[in-house]
């Protein structure tokens, strides 16, 4: 069965930090090159951050110095660390392949209050 399933979604205030993640079956994740999305209403899906097999990430502007992205590929989890949350993080977030996608599943919610 392929299976991503995101979890670590909560409410919480600006300034505090949450940390997501997306637990893999079914999928050879090692080789996998893997990506954090986000959706907020009314907005396109946009990539938050993106890790590679070899554990290379890259960022989006507007999360570059606050989030982390890592992986575990013992436990075929991978992780987005997020620290000095802002409003404008509120968003449903989701894990993906970075290449060959899957269908998108639930994701987890995220709201940051002011």
């Known amino acids: 069965q392929v299976q991503l399933v995101e979890s670590g979604g909560d409410l919480v205030q600006a300034g505090g930090s949450l940390r997501l993640s997306c637990a893999a079956s079914?999928?050879?994740?090692?080789?996998?090159?893997m990506g954090w999305y986000r959706q907020a209403p009314g907005k396109q899906r946009e990539l938050v951050a993106h890790?590679?097999?070899?554990?290379?990430?890259n960022y989006a502007d507007s999360v570059k110095g606050r989030f982390t992205i890592s992986r575990d590929n013992a436990k075929n989890t991978m992780y987005l660390q997020m620290n000095s949350l802002k409003p404008e993080d509120t968003a449903v977030y989701y894990c993906?392949?970075?290449?060959?996608?899957?269908?998108w599943g639930q994701g987890t919610q995220v709201t940051v209050s002011s």
């Open positions: 993906n392949l970075f290449y060959g996608k899957l269908p």
């Open positions: 079914g999928i050879a994740f090692s080789l996998e090159s």
């Open positions: 890790i590679t097999s070899g554990g290379s990430t």
